[in-house]
């Protein structure tokens, strides 16, 4: 697999709310992100039938034109009960004469449904081809999916396209209800992003993953450090997210750092399946009976290697601090 090694990438859209996507997943890795707008590039006619035959037009095109490497991404989402449309026609069911109409597109979408009396649920997929070309005429591809099923009447006001029908598979909210920050987590570009960052590899030899909290900079840490093959996630308690306050309970405690370090790991690639060793700081052994079931709801079968200290922590209110090292090799 070629290696990208530049610090300039087109993404070959016009699309601003991909293009703001893309920008955002290949933020850690340090590249500027131009958009064809960027050089008044126009949307080459995409004649194949295949989204990787599309998404390598849009690539050729962009890459040789301005002698960058360009990404493009062909994507749209199938309904099981229209055999798999819109697929490659996504975007064509939202042409009106004054441009596209995604509300129009989603409505006419979930009126085919109706019109076959589809049953419930109403199984489908956003699919998303990334290729990578080069000048030279080189390109890698890379593929991503996110299950999920349509829902009526459309939810939300975030993302873009069919987000506001889509409701991804383990999820009570659709994309558009979605913070954008999660959603590019396990979003289908994000899963075809995961494989395209292969060819990032020479510039993403350590990636700091920030998780937000105002003493990372004033301490000089990372919520996580990605290195290769394996993500080490500092010591996280257990405060609320929303209210940055810490419950009573050590139990709710261990659950609320779980579910922050389970978010950090997403974010960088990983899963807490990768979790290989864990460290359970705890400030009264009595703890140790209490946090068993949010162990056990996290880790299950997963059983990492660990370790527990009782010990004191810097804030008497906090009551468990918990740090995991994953592995994907």
């Not at 006619?45 to 890459?63: D, P, S, W, Y």
């Not at 990372?222 to 093959?229: E, L, T």
């Not at 010591?235 to 261990?254: I, N, R």
């Amino acid at each position: 697999m070629r290696k990208f090694t530049g610090d300039r990438l087109l993404f070959a859209t016009h699309n601003k709310g991909k293009l703001e996507e893309m920008r955002a997943l290949l933020a850690p890795f340090g590249i500027t992100v131009l958009s064809n707008d960027d050089f008044g590039l126009p949307e080459p006619e995409e004649t194949e039938t295949t989204f990787v035959g599309n998404a390598r037009i849009k690539a050729h095109a962009a890459a040789k034109a301005t002698g960058l490497p360009a990404l493009s991404d062909d994507s749209g989402i199938e309904v099981d009960a229209l055999d798999g449309a819109p697929g490659v026609y996504t975007a064509d069911w939202a042409e009106t004469p004054t441009g596209r109409d995604f509300t129009l597109a989603m409505t006419r979408t979930w009126d085919a449904c109706e019109k076959i009396a589809a049953p419930m649920p109403r199984r489908a997929r956003f699919r998303s081809t990334l290729v990578l070309a080069w000048p030279d005429g080189h390109d890698e591809v890379f593929e991503g999916k996110a299950e999920g099923q349509l829902v009526w009447p459309m939810r939300g006001t975030q993302g873009h396209g069919y987000d506001p029908m889509f409701q991804p598979e383990g999820y009570d909210i659709t994309f558009a209800e979605m913070d954008p920050a999660k959603k590019n987590q396990i979003s289908h570009r994000a899963d075809a992003f995961r494989k395209l960052v292969q060819c990032f590899e020479a510039k993403m030899a350590r990636q700091n993953i920030s998780g937000g909290s105002p003493y990372e900079p004033k301490l000089g840490y990372s919520r996580a450090v990605v290195q290769g093959d394996w993500c080490f996630v500092a010591g996280t308690t257990g405060a609320d997210p929303v209210s940055k306050t810490f419950p009573d309970s050590v139990l709710d405690q261990a659950r609320n750092a779980l579910a922050t370090i389970r978010g950090v790991l997403e974010g960088a690639g990983f899963s807490m399946a990768d979790v290989v060793r864990a460290n359970y700081v705890i400030t009264d052994a009595a703890y140790v009976e209490e946090i068993i079931p949010a162990l056990s709801e996290t880790f299950g079968e997963i059983r990492p290697a660990a370790m527990m200290i009782v010990a004191g922590l810097v804030n008497p209110a906090m009551k468990i601090e918990i740090e995991v090292t994953a592995f994907k090799g």
